[in-house]
């Protein structure tokens, strides 16, 4: 517990800790809004829109600040060689950096819930504004699924992030890695010909899988299910926080 009160004191305490995950709360909304006002329902009957995926756009451009957010929990300390001082109170290096990990968690997953919550409140109104009745609702199945996994992402982009920053140890290295992690596979897929290599490409690709929860209809046309795509995402993260884990255990400060 003191650990953890130790690592909380530190994210607290840097004036980047709020305004990024402010970043995250209004980029998602204002995106999200955009996209969702910029739906052509002319002559709709029925309209075939994902509405709830539309409401969270945002978060492809949300998640960029996450990504600087995780980043600096664990690199600052290595900048300005803070690193020294918080092992020297405590040696217990696996203690420290799950410490580290407990604490973005709970900060993402705060600001990815805020987020999230922020979007449909805005997209229904933006819906109500163009006079198209398709809200998404918390009370429906699929959207609570696409909200929650949304959040999710937001948390296991940010776990990535930490580990990837752990091996690292430099902020922009660290923040250009994961960013390329993540648009890169993407984009290959859509320059790839072949369909199955290209459809293989997207499950492999932790942003296009971790996202597919977001979908609440199509589901069939999807390279891959949402709850396994968001799994994807999930073991791209553990395998970096394992690795990270271990070069932080065993590498001098």
């Not at 600096?72 to 900048?79: F, G, I, N």
Request: aromatic share 6%.
């Amino acid at each position: 517990m003191r650990t953890l009160h130790a690592e909380w004191t530190k994210a607290r305490t840097l004036s980047s800790t709020a305004w990024l995950s402010l970043a995250v709360v209004v980029i998602t909304m204002v995106v999200g809004a955009a996209t969702t006002g910029s739906i052509d329902h002319s002559g709709c009957v029925g309209c075939s829109f994902d509405i709830t995926k539309l409401a969270f756009t945002g978060v492809w451009f949300g998640q960029v600040a996450v990504v600087v957010l995780a980043g600096l929990s664990m690199t600052s300390e290595y900048s300005t060689k803070m690193i020294q001082t918080s092992l020297l109170a405590n040696p217990r290096r696996a203690q420290l950096f799950a410490a580290k990990a407990a604490v973005i968690t709970a900060i993402v997953l705060v600001a990815g819930a805020f987020a999230v919550l922020g979007s449909l409140v805005v997209a229904r109104q933006v819906l109500d504004g163009i006079g198209l009745a398709a809200a998404p609702s918390l009370g429906d199945g699929p959207s609570l699924r696409a909200a929650a996994g949304t959040a999710l992402y937001l948390t296991l982009i940010a776990l990535l992030t930490l580990g990837v920053a752990a091996v690292i140890r430099d902020t922009a290295v660290s923040i250009a890695s994961v960013l390329g992690i993540l648009f890169a596979l993407p984009i290959v897929a859509q320059f790839v010909s072949d369909p199955q290599w290209s459809m293989w490409l997207s499950r492999l690709s932790p942003m296009t899988a971790g996202l597919s929860v977001q979908a609440t209809r199509g589901l069939r046309t999807l390279p891959i299910g949402p709850w396994a795509g968001l799994g994807v995402l999930a073991a791209y993260a553990g395998v970096a926080l394992v690795v990270g884990g271990i070069l932080f255990k065993v590498r001098d400060a």
